[in-house]
């Protein structure tokens, strides 16, 4: 599940795995939030392109001003 809020995208819910057998449950979670949203911004918002995703990721970490882009994504 997510949502488009200030024109980027937020993951609400991971997709996961979830196997329930009386009492005993197992669920197995595929991802994090923040793997979401930016395949969500790579995807929805700039047509599978990851070059120009990057380019235009406005997420910056308050305490370092960097941004928050995952340079592992698309490899």
Same mark, same amino acid.
């Given at each position: 599940?997510?949502? @488009?809020? +200030? %024109?980027? *995208?937020?993951?609400? =819910?991971? *997709? &996961?795995?979830? +196997?329930?057998?009386? !009492? +005993?449950? +197992?669920?197995?979670?595929?991802?994090?939030? @923040? #793997? !979401?949203?930016? $395949? =969500? $911004?790579?995807?929805? &918002?700039?047509? /599978? @392109?990851? #070059?120009?995703?990057?380019?235009?990721?406005?997420?910056? %970490? &308050?305490?370092?001003?960097?941004?928050? $882009?995952?340079? /592992? &994504?698309?490899?």
């Amino acid at each position: 599940m997510w949502k @488009d809020k +200030f %024109d980027s *995208p937020r993951c609400e =819910l991971e *997709p &996961y795995y979830k +196997f329930e057998w009386l !009492w +005993f449950g +197992f669920r197995a979670q595929q991802g994090t939030d @923040d #793997e !979401w949203c930016q $395949w =969500l $911004w790579v995807y929805e &918002y700039n047509d /599978g @392109d990851v #070059e120009k995703a990057k380019n235009n990721w406005g997420w910056i %970490d &308050y305490n370092t001003k960097k941004s928050t $882009w995952n340079d /592992g &994504y698309g490899k």
